[in-house]
């Protein structure tokens, strides 16, 4: 398999890990269409991407650089002409530290430690 089988199965790996998921795996069903991850406690269903260069990647590094601390969290609010709602773009590492403070707020069993740095415990929080 080439380097970008290997890169988005790698990021849905990832995702489920940190995020308390599940991943979706497809098989040889290729034609059926499914999301990568499932993270049922929170109702999220994600769809992993991994491509060579994103928009909102540069968004986020100029939006970390310009404006943040080393204890602050970089985010990204987005919203297309017509679109209804709008979409938020901020680490993955971060939102698995918030979705972890839920859980043990809420007295259900947290992630074992990833080897990450809980990002959830910027400032404001």
Request: hydrophobic share 35%; net charge positive; aromatic share 6%.
């Amino acid at each position: 398999m080439g380097k970008q089988s290997e890169r988005w199965k790698e990021l849905e790996r990832t995702a489920a890990r940190k995020l308390g998921g599940r991943r979706v795996p497809r098989w040889l069903d290729f034609g059926q269409s499914a999301p990568d991850v499932l993270v049922p406690d929170f109702g999220l269903v994600v769809d992993a991407k991994a491509h060579k260069r994103f928009t909102h990647a540069s968004l986020m590094e100029s939006v970390k650089l310009k404006y943040c601390e080393r204890d602050e969290t970089p985010c990204v609010v987005t919203k297309a002409a017509g679109q209804v709602g709008e979409h938020v773009i901020i680490p993955l590492d971060f939102l698995a530290g918030l979705l972890n403070r839920v859980r043990a707020a809420q007295g259900t069993p947290t992630l074992p430690d990833t080897g990450q740095p809980d990002t959830g415990q910027g400032k404001g929080l």
